[in-house]
């Protein structure tokens, strides 16, 4: 299967399964649409849910590897999935596994999270869901940071800096954490005064932050 032939047909996978487990979960219908989200996560990305359940990311991330042609649509589709996964959890009542699913959708998506194939409302509108879904909770540090990343990305310039300042807190100042918050406004004081405008950060509120952030490194 050429590239292209994998990713028209894992974006068309994905349309159709969204419905049908919409549709499951309404009927009461949960083992059903868990064998659905199983049989395209076979299909799409090689791997059945015991195994997702099972692995470390990183082995699952060394199993998607080895085909590097299709990465890309891979990640897409093991980030998509496995928040549907999540969903169905949730549904299910199982609040533990819907968290233990959204985290490992967010990685997937985390790997691909600066590829121009993502930068679409098809996908980001779903990263933004599952980010939203994940702020109710304490989660990893390195959630935390992939989350501020994907704000920085989507030009959520206000919301990437209320989590900057969240990880800061939660880290108790930590000194390399400050540090990346002073290159974060250090970025953005090269964008232009529009962008900063669209992502509700106007150059004034970056040059006040930085300095607050420059006052807990003495």
Known sequence: MFKNDYMKEMENSLDLIKEEVDKDLINGEIEKAKNSVNNQLKNLVGLDINAIDTLSFNSVREIISRDASYNLGKYIALGELLQLQGKICLK????TKMLNYYLKSLEAFYEIYDEEELNTDKY???IETL?????QYDIPLESDMQIFKFYELMNKLDKAEDILFYIIDKTNNDKNIIEMGLEFYNKLKHKSEEELIKGNLPLEEVEDSYLELSKKLK
């Open 124 to 126: 980001i509108k779903d």
């Open 92 to 95: 299910d009542n199982d609040e």
């Open 131 to 135: 980010i939203n879904n994940l702020r």
